[in-house]
């Protein structure tokens, strides 16, 4: 199975702040991912698929970019709604494998 | 925004049947595939399996030997059935539709979700 390794785990950041989540798949995946927000009690939402291409009325602060191996999710400006946990998720092969996400906190 | 709907006990004993029911979807199940996934408290998602529009499967191979999902198509709902659980097996459970985007290459995401239902198996 591809692993997903997701990174950081958590961060500490204020309204405003620019952000940076990364994953990396154990494998070439082309541009196979998809990215999710999970707040708490919630189902996940779909941010991003095909690693860059913004779901419908997701804000465009939210970006996506990489191939192959690495791939990174990008927040160019903190809002107090995107406090939330991120995964990422591999459509390349069976079975599905996620990122174990990243918390993004208020510091 | 539409919303899928689960419903499914929520309490099992060890080595009973889990059976979970999604539906509430206001088009075809037949005509998308749809996915399970599970939440154990307080830790990541985890695939469960796949069933396309031909009611082909994909399982988890770690879940495969106990885990069937299929459509029913008269009913127009999507189930999942796991047996002989544990108590690893305590997690909230999603169905969600796997859409296909693209025209030349494409692609799968999970773009409509369930509100989860919490299955707590315990003696």
């Known amino acids: 199975a591809i692993q997903m390794t997701q990174s950081p785990s958590s961060l500490s950041a204020s309204v405003g702040d620019r952000i940076t989540i990364t994953c990396r798949a154990s494998?070439?995946?082309?541009?196979?991912l998809a990215w999710y927000q999970q707040k708490p009690g919630r189902a996940p939402k779909l941010l991003m698929y095909a690693t860059s291409n913004l779901q419908g009325g997701v804000p465009s602060r939210f970006s996506g970019s990489g191939s192959g191996t690495d791939f990174t999710l990008t927040i160019s400006s903190l809002h107090p709604e995107d406090f939330a946990t991120y995964y990422c998720l591999q459509d390349y092969d069976y079975p599905r494998t996620f990122g174990q996400g990243t918390k993004v906190e208020v510091k | 925004q539409e919303q899928l709907q689960q419903w499914g006990a929520g309490l099992l004993k060890p080595s009973e049947t889990l059976s979970l029911t999604c539906g509430g979807y206001l088009g075809s199940f037949s005509g998308y595939s749809w996915t399970w996934l599970r939440q154990p408290p307080g830790k990541g998602l985890e695939w469960i399996g796949d069933?396309?529009?031909?009611?082909?499967?994909k399982y988890s191979p770690s879940l495969e030997s106990r885990i069937t999902i299929s459509v029913d198509t008269s009913k127009n709902q999507l189930s999942l059935k796991l047996t002989s659980v544990t108590a690893a097996d305590t997690a909230v459970y999603y169905c969600a539709r796997l859409m296909t985007f693209g025209v030349d290459v494409f692609y799968d995401a999970l773009d409509l979700w369930g509100q989860g239902t919490m299955v707590t198996v315990s003696s």
């Open positions: 069933i396309d529009h031909r009611g082909n499967t």
């Open positions: 494998q070439d995946i082309r541009k196979d």
